[in-house]
């Protein structure tokens, strides 16, 4: 580090990049953002005081150190032969499969982080990624055959180059007494030809990280759809952006989700699946009508944090409702205003409060945090370069109500509440930003 604590108490851009670790660029998304506090000199550079870096750092470092550990451990590894013997003592150390999927998943999301903040290249993200996925596959390979016993199909959809997840599935289903086979890569009507070939038991589909959204939003119905017609129980796992509106039971959030679906399967405890069951038909997209709304379901126990959640869902109104009118210019440049000051204020909050509770997806629900100041950042060059379209604008919104506040903050919530509920209290950092 070039620069030490305390040695200036302003530094400029790149020194302050070089004392965070990270590129130039990243900080200044950082400091547009609202996440880092930043000074002007009279010639309009930015210079960062040193106590403003230290607090940002405390926060990073908050984010689950074991992932942190873990996702570096990952990264040490030399060859498939030495991610092999990790995953082993993993497996000793854990007692199964099971528990060593789902200790992987905040690793997992940690190496998406820091490739995300220029931390590491992407190079090393997919040299890392290919080894762990290949050791899975060869201890798979030397795992003793399941000759007798329930069949779980499983697949990623078209275009998933990641296949880490189902490799992971494999291990653990076969560990579980179940027969596995590979589906491939399907589409709604390969799956339904599939089903019909040799219908399994159960299905479970992937999609990664980086599967377009709109692709996910067109074929989820539809894999719904062909698991409903063959009685197939679906399960749709991943960490890519599959749509909200989606049967229960069908999303699985985590690995652990994966096995409870197995486990009342093999018990007898889960209806199949019927064709009824699947919304709309097979292909056709879910058509949600207007902007959701907030609603006490939606509470997280904490006033403020429900309060700005509430102000976001009435920003969403009031843009769709300007498009509608054909008067959106006005709106969406208020509604970008408010985006940058919700990420700055509100996931300040929120990742206050998750720390303080010992949430154990901190990393994850952070990194969603990221993901989304990211755009709101992209949404704002494209206004600048009057390319922005207003109605993916209020799109790519609505989308992160759903997802997110509806989802993931609802994960939190249970959390809280199980915990003994509630929150106790607000851990806000500012006020609402309205």
């Known amino acids: 580090?070039?620069?030490?604590?305390?040695?200036?108490?302003?530094?400029?851009?790149?020194?302050?990049?070089?004392?965070?670790?990270?590129?130039?660029?990243?900080?200044?998304?950082?400091?547009?953002?609202?996440?880092?506090?930043?000074?002007?000199?009279?010639?309009?550079?930015?210079?960062?005081?040193?106590?403003?870096?230290?607090?940002?750092?405390?926060?990073?470092?908050?984010?689950?150190?074991?992932?942190?550990?873990?996702?570096?451990?990952?990264?040490?590894?030399?060859?498939?032969?030495?991610?092999?013997?990790?995953?082993?003592?993993?497996?000793?150390?854990?007692?199964?499969?099971?528990?060593?999927?789902?200790?992987?998943?905040?690793?997992?999301?940690?190496l998406h982080r820091r490739v995300d903040a220029g931390r590491i290249t992407r190079s090393q993200w997919a040299t890392s990624y290919d080894r762990l996925t290949r050791a899975l596959q060869r201890l798979q390979e030397a795992s003793p055959p399941v000759l007798a016993g329930p069949s779980l199909l499983l697949g990623l959809v078209p275009t998933d180059p990641l296949a880490l997840v189902p490799s992971l599935l494999e291990l653990c289903a076969g560990e579980a007494g179940w027969r596995t086979r590979w589906g491939g890569h399907a589409t709604p009507e390969e799956l339904a030809a599939e089903l019909g070939r040799e219908p399994p038991d159960a299905v479970i589909l992937n999609a990664s990280v980086g599967t377009d959204r709109a692709l996910l939003r067109r074929l989820a119905p539809g894999y719904v759809a062909a698991a409903g017609a063959a009685g197939a129980p679906i399960g749709l796992i991943g960490l890519g952006p599959w749509p909200a509106e989606l049967p229960a039971g069908v999303r699985l959030q985590g690995f652990t989700d994966a096995r409870r679906l197995l486990e009342r399967l093999r018990h007898g405890r889960l209806t199949r699946a019927t064709s009824t069951e699947a919304p709309g038909g097979a292909g056709a997209p879910p058509a949600p009508a207007g902007p959701p709304a907030w609603t006490p379901l939606q509470a997280m126990g904490d006033p403020e944090l429900d309060a700005q959640h509430q102000a976001i869902f009435e920003q969403a109104a009031r843009l769709h409702e300007a498009i509608?009118?054909?008067?959106?210019?006005?709106?969406?440049?208020?509604?970008?205003?408010?985006?940058s000051m919700y990420a700055a204020r509100h996931f300040r909050a929120e990742e206050a409060l998750m720390e303080a509770a010992g949430f154990p997806g901190l990393t994850e629900h952070v990194w969603e945090h990221e993901r989304f100041t990211r755009q709101v950042l992209a949404l704002q060059e494209q206004a600048s370069a009057g390319t922005l379209q207003e109605r993916s604008l209020a799109e790519d919104l609505m989308e992160w109500l759903r997802l997110h506040v509806g989802g993931t903050d609802q994960r939190l919530a249970a959390f809280l509440r199980a915990r003994g509920g509630g929150t106790a209290g607000s851990a806000a950092a500012g006020p609402e930003p309205a």
Not at 73 to 90: F, K, W
């Open 324 to 339: 509608e009118r054909g008067e959106a210019a006005a709106e969406v440049a208020r509604t970008l205003t408010f985006l």
């Open 1 to 110: 580090m070039a620069v030490r604590p305390g040695a200036r108490s302003l530094l400029t851009t790149s020194e302050a990049a070089e004392y965070l670790d990270v590129s130039a660029a990243t900080l200044r998304r950082w400091s547009e953002a609202g996440l880092v506090a930043h000074e002007r000199t009279d010639g309009g550079h930015r210079r960062f005081r040193v106590e403003a870096l230290e607090a940002l750092a405390a926060s990073q470092r908050r984010s689950e150190p074991a992932s942190a550990e873990r996702a570096l451990a990952l990264l040490e590894m030399q060859s498939t032969l030495q991610m092999q013997a990790l995953l082993l003592e993993e497996r000793g150390r854990l007692g199964s499969w099971w528990a060593v999927a789902e200790s992987l998943r905040p690793a997992v999301v940690e």
